[in-house]
């Protein structure tokens, strides 16, 4: 199984700021990485595809980046509606695997 | 417009078995793997079972593997998940989900059904 291990566990950062999450995977998933948000309440909303690909309707603001075992998510400039929780999930190998999360909260 | 939309859950036994269910539209159904995810209160996400557009092939976590058991019915734009010898550990809240493309990214997701096992 490959585990993929997220950082930080919490981030604290101002609206306006520039936000960077990090995932790590124990094994090589190539590119094939995603990133969700997802709020209390709501289901996860698919942000990032392939790494680096931005899903329909996602803003600008948010990047991918990353191959093989390190993996980055970036958001330039956060908005008041970008405090969630993020994950990162695998779909290289069965099973697929998510990380445990990042809460980013504001500062 | 893709929607899905889970039910069947409640609060069971443990040991006891329960039946959820996901009602697919907007979309052909047939064409798409479909997915499990699980999330337990106050949890992450955990990724739970995928079933292939004709059900011949199927994928599960090992914590589930012989209790849980994905099926589908393209007649019916129906996605099932046969959950039996059900613990403690399964409490969550499960989401059908359906892939972008053909993969395992999954860019619909439903609202979510409960499923509690307590005694």
């Known amino acids: 199984e490959i585990v993929m291990t997220q950082s930080p566990a919490t981030l604290s950062v101002s609206p306006g700021e520039r936000a960077t999450l990090s995932c790590r995977a124990s094994q090589s998933v190539s590119t094939n990485l995603a990133w969700y948000q997802q709020k209390p309440g709501q289901a996860p909303r698919l942000l990032i595809s392939?790494?680096?690909t931005r899903a329909t309707g996602i803003p600008a603001r948010f990047s991918g980046s990353g191959s093989g075992t390190e993996f980055t998510l970036t958001i330039s400039s956060l908005q008041s509606e970008d405090f969630a929780v993020y994950y990162c999930q695998q779909n290289n190998n069965w099973p697929l695997t998510f990380g445990q999360g990042t809460k980013l909260e504001i500062k | 417009e893709v929607q899905l939309v889970e039910s069947g859950g409640g609060l069971v036994q443990p040991g006891g078995s329960l039946r959820l269910s996901c009602v697919a539209s907007?979309?052909?159904?047939?064409?798409?793997?479909m997915s499990w995810v699980r999330q337990a209160p106050g949890r992450g996400l955990e990724w739970v079972a995928n079933?292939?557009?004709?059900?011949?092939?199927?994928y599960y976590v090992d914590s589930v593997k012989g209790r849980l058991t994905v099926s589908r019915d393209n007649a019916k734009n129906l996605l099932y998940l046969q959950m039996n010898s059900l613990r403690a550990e399964d409490t969550a809240l499960y989401y059908c989900?359906?892939?972008?493309?053909?993969?395992?990214?999954?860019?619909?997701w439903g609202q979510g059904t409960l499923v509690t096992v307590s005694s």
């Open positions: 989900a359906r892939g972008i493309g053909g993969g395992t990214t999954w860019g619909y």
């Open positions: 079933i292939k557009q004709d059900g011949s092939e199927k």
């Open positions: 907007g979309f052909t159904f047939s064409s798409y793997w």
């Open positions: 392939g790494a680096s």
